[in-house]
């Protein structure tokens, strides 16, 4: 298996991805915040720079864990 999860924590958690560590903090990636263990750990990796958890329905480029701050949350607010 090319993905693993672990270290979850209260503030995020590392994902390994071909030998390469890579940390997803909540504050960055609030989608994951709250989520049970199961549901972090059901991750496939359809192509090289995308990662996707179908229990969640979250779609992600590696490159936005990489970075996050190039790829800054926006909101549709009022």
Do not use: C
Not at 54 to 71: E, Q
């Amino acid at each position: 298996m090319d993905i693993e999860i672990s270290g979850i924590g209260a503030d995020g958690f590392t994902l390994s991805l071909r030998g390469e560590k890579l940390y997803l903090s909540y504050v960055d990636f609030p989608w994951f915040a709250g989520v049970a263990a199961a549901q972090l750990r059901d991750v496939i990796h359809p192509s090289a720079d995308h990662l996707y958890w179908p229990s969640l329905d979250i779609d992600l480029s590696v490159a936005s864990i990489r970075d996050p701050a190039a790829f800054p949350l926006v909101s549709a607010g009022k």
